[in-house]
């Protein structure tokens, strides 16, 4: 069975300050990787995904994420972050030869302060 | 946008009651998917569709049945719906191409069970 772990579920950060919101994940075979991005009462929006190739990908607003298979680890990170970044993101994965649902993690509230 | 729509948006309701929540996609993707979503459990898949009436079970598929007539519309039902089901309920589609593996999601679709 595949899974997802967000160890935090509260980050706080000072806007213009790098951020970083850790996942990390446990699936049978190659990984697909992904972050999504949800703000008060709306949908999840994509963000990025890692599915194979080079391990830092690039996604919207400026994010990026760093695929570690060493440490089963899949890090979003911003170099300076905004106060307009604040919302709840998820880290999600599935088997490269499932049907296709992905597993979410319980995600974390991401909070950039003035 | 993906081109998904729920209905209903907001609904309350009383325990024991039959609750439909309903799904539309413009894309004509063969995936949809239902997910709810709660405080620190993240979004749970509870059924997904990979076809007109091909239908499988997610992880918490107790006390609720889907249908998929048509590849726009699935429909989720809560036969006799309890206060554990109140959730915000999610409904999605499966990226094809060079989206392969993302999901996109609706606006949501917020019930509570009294």
């Known amino acids: 069975a595949q899974s997802v772990a967000q160890p935090e579920d509260q980050v706080n950060v000072a806007e213009g300050n790098p951020l970083t919101v850790k996942c990390t994940y446990s699936?049978?075979?190659?990984?697909?990787l992904f972050w999504y991005v949800q703000y008060p009462n709306r949908g999840l929006q994509f963000l990025l995904k890692?599915?194979?190739?080079?391990?830092l990908v690039k996604g919207s607003y400026g994010f990026e994420a760093e695929f570690n298979k060493s440490q089963t680890s899949f890090h979003l990170k911003k170099p300076s972050a905004l106060v307009s970044d604040s919302a709840l993101y998820f880290c999600?994965?599935?088997?490269?030869?499932?049907?296709?649902?992905?597993?979410f993690g319980s995600g974390t509230q991401l909070t950039v302060l003035p | 946008d993906a081109g998904i729509t729920q209905s209903p948006r907001h609904k309350v309701t009383e325990t024991g009651t039959p609750v439909t929540l309903r799904c539309h996609q413009t894309?004509?993707?063969?995936?949809m998917y239902w997910y709810r979503q709660d405080p620190g459990h993240g979004l749970r898949l509870i059924h997904y569709?990979?076809?007109?009436?091909?239908?499988d079970k997610g992880e918490v598929s107790d006390g609720y049945s889907v249908s998929r007539s048509k590849t726009e519309d699935f429909l989720l039902t809560l036969e006799s719906a309890t206060s554990s089901q109140t959730s915000v309920y999610f409904c999605?589609?499966?990226?094809?191409?060079?989206?392969?593996?993302?999901?996109?999601f609706g606006e949501g679709s917020r019930l509570t069970v009294l």
């Open positions: 894309e004509n993707h063969r995936y």
């Open positions: 999600a994965v599935r088997d490269g030869g499932s049907a296709r649902q992905l597993t």
């Open positions: 999605a589609i499966s990226g094809t191409g060079e989206n392969t593996g993302e999901l996109f």
């Open positions: 890692y599915i194979t190739g080079d391990n």
């Open positions: 569709s990979y076809g007109v009436k091909d239908t």
């Open positions: 699936v049978s075979g190659n990984p697909y």
